[in-house]
């Protein structure tokens, strides 16, 4: 028989010995990858608040309020508010010119909506809009679907060359 060469042993590394730096990486791969997934989160998630910001104030009335204290218009009101039955009738004030202005808004989306601030500009003998618009509120602040609310103003001081008056929603109340 024939004697068998002993086998070298050679040494195995114990478990609390350093690893290779190769085995480093990919944990530190997975670190890189689970915090760009989270960064991914907190910037797509408030995105995606703000980009649908109008449904979800719909849907949750408590967002409006939320979204309110950041400062943060839900919806143009005006585009759910239509100002109908405008009437201006020409007085004299103090000898001053003045309109007494009337007319109605109704609500045609299909949730409340909260009543803008209204201005009333005047207009001279080629539709211009004259400076310095009377600007002001109604009483009741908030329309239900398919609701009116009706208004009576008086105009006065209206500008010299004044040949109408305008009555739309102040786009600058939020200024």
């Not at 002993?6 to 944990?27: H, M």
């Not at 997934?37 to 449904?55: E, S």
């Amino acid at each position: 028989m024939q004697d068998i060469p002993a086998a070298v042993i050679r040494p195995r590394p114990s478990r609390f010995e350093e690893q290779p730096e190769a085995k480093a990486k990919p944990r530190r791969r997975r670190g890189l990858l689970i915090a760009g997934i989270l960064l991914g989160i907190l910037i797509a998630v408030p995105a995606a608040g703000y980009i649908w910001r109008n449904k979800i104030a719909r849907s949750a009335p408590w967002a409006q309020d939320m979204y309110t204290l950041l400062g943060i218009r839900t919806d143009d009101p005006a585009s759910d508010l239509e100002i109908a039955n405008l009437k201006t009738v020409s007085r004299v004030i103090d000898d001053k010119p003045a309109a007494e202005i009337t007319g109605v808004i109704f609500n045609k989306a299909q949730y409340a909506v909260e009543i803008p601030s209204l201005a009333a500009t005047a207009i001279d003998d080629h539709n211009a809009k004259l400076p310095n618009p009377y600007k002001f509120h109604l009483q009741q602040q908030i329309l239900e679907p398919g609701e009116t609310a009706s208004f009576r103003v008086i105009y006065q001081g209206l500008p010299a060359g004044t040949k109408g008056v305008n009555v739309d929603f102040d786009n600058h109340a939020a200024d």
